[in-house]
């Protein structure tokens, strides 16, 4: 993740101490918890897909999922087993994703259980069956953020989701979290339909007051293959990044605290930094400077600093590896997985600066942008190490020889 209001506007964010090694100063940081000694020393963010079935069939869902019963998936019990072994590890938060995770009958067990032995808990749901009932119930569970999909206004976002009505629904979801005292934010998945309309989202986050939100650059994994022709061009993904910085820069100004990041794209820090110094803000330049070294963008990411665990306990390196297993925790716990560097890809991924090639590996930038996202390079190259494709830099700007 690449925190705009963090490297634009030095805005203390909750995440600095595992994006930054930045422990947060705010009442409510926990200041129990580890600062990290480096990026490569992190344990695993971890999403848990806790269910496959899904109520909708969103155009770009990774998991390509659907409104059936799938067979396999990890039951209550096996679920706790993982929960406290993942506690154990020491993993920073745990992220209930699906699917859609509300379906599943026993989330709230297996939250209240998560949560008993001190475990982080976030949630990334469709919001489409938060009533103000099960908003309650996450808010006394003790989830600390939900993130709720939202992939344009009003139309857009109901044909990206498959079903009339939605946008609506989730409307509704964040209003009910909010009259929860819940946190919540707004995650949405950037292409060309929804892209020009940035700053009708960016004022629906400002009137419905929601406190954050991610936007996802279009990963190329489950459904998001048949749409990869719709991914944003450079200039594009430039346009985009200039509106979600201005955006951000003028929430900022105004005192409205609001958490902006994008995702998936690590290109982004560059850019960020690219245009403080453009705009002779050198002393901030280089402060942003800093806390992208310390970070190293991609190259702790995935395999590293973000993990994902499926429906039925395959573990991957990140949510958008559904097609690469390292392993399933009904054979081994998931820990025991995670630091086996005898599967190459995991040992690549954790030491992977010397195995990047193309234009990533003459970029100037690598050890700030870390070569970004490498399950796009597999996917579309067949090559976990080849440059991501996605990279808007010009070459110009990443000083490539050619």
């Known amino acids: 993740m690449i925190n705009i209001s963090k490297l634009f506007c030095f805005q203390e964010t909750s995440g600095d101490r595992i994006r930054y090694g930045k422990r947060v100063h705010s009442s409510s940081s926990t200041v129990s918890e580890d600062v990290p000694e480096s990026a490569s020393c992190r344990r695993p963010v971890t999403v848990w897909n806790i269910t496959r079935t899904c109520n909708l069939k969103c155009i770009h869902c990774y998991t390509d999922s659907h409104n059936k019963i799938y067979e396999g998936e990890l039951t209550t019990k096996e679920g706790k087993i993982l929960l406290k072994d993942l506690v154990d590890f020491k993993i920073p938060a745990i992220l209930f994703s699906g699917g859609e995770p509300l379906i599943r009958k026993d989330i709230f067990d297996l939250v209240n259980y998560a949560n008993s032995l001190g475990l982080r808990c976030t949630l990334s749901t469709n919001g489409t069956l938060i009533t103000e009932e099960i908003a309650e119930k996450i808010k006394k569970s003790g989830f600390t953020y939900v993130g709720i999909s939202l992939d344009g206004i009003g139309e857009i976002n109901d044909r990206f989701r498959g079903q009339e009505g939605v946008f609506q629904k989730a409307v509704k979801a964040f209003r009910n979290c909010r009259q929860a005292g819940q946190k919540v934010g707004l995650r949405l998945t950037l292409t060309k339909h929804n892209y020009r309309d940035l700053h009708g989202i960016f004022d629906f986050i400002e009137k419905e007051g929601i406190e954050r939100a991610c936007f996802y650059h279009l990963a190329y994994s489950g459904r998001g293959r048949q749409i990869s022709g719709d991914d944003l ?100 716990p998931f820990s025991q997985i995670w630091m086996d560097t005898t599967n190459p890809l995991m040992a690549g991924l954790k030491d992977r600066k010397k195995l990047i090639k ?8 690598i050890d700030l942008c870390g070569a970004s996202m490498r399950v796009r390079s597999d996917i579309i190259y067949g090559d976990p190490w080849e440059s991501d494709p996605a990279c808007y830099l010009s070459d110009e700007e990443i000083g490539f020889p050619g």
């Open 233 to 332: 061009s450079p200039a594009e993904t430039r346009d985009a990044l200039d509106i979600i910085i201005e955006r951000t820069e003028d929430f900022h100004k105004r005192g409205l605290k609001k958490d902006i990041l994008t995702v998936a794209n690590h290109a982004d820090g560059i850019y960020v930094y690219l245009k403080l110094l453009k705009k002779g803000e050198e002393e901030k330049a280089e402060e942003a400077r800093k806390l992208l070294f310390w970070n190293k963008g991609g190259m702790y990411s995935s395999g590293v600093g973000i993990a994902c665990i499926d429906f039925q306990g395959e573990v991957h390196p990140d949510q958008f590896w559904m097609h690469y297993s390292f392993g399933n925790i009904r054979e081994r």
């Open 358 to 365: 193309g234009r990533c590996a003459l970029c100037k930038w």
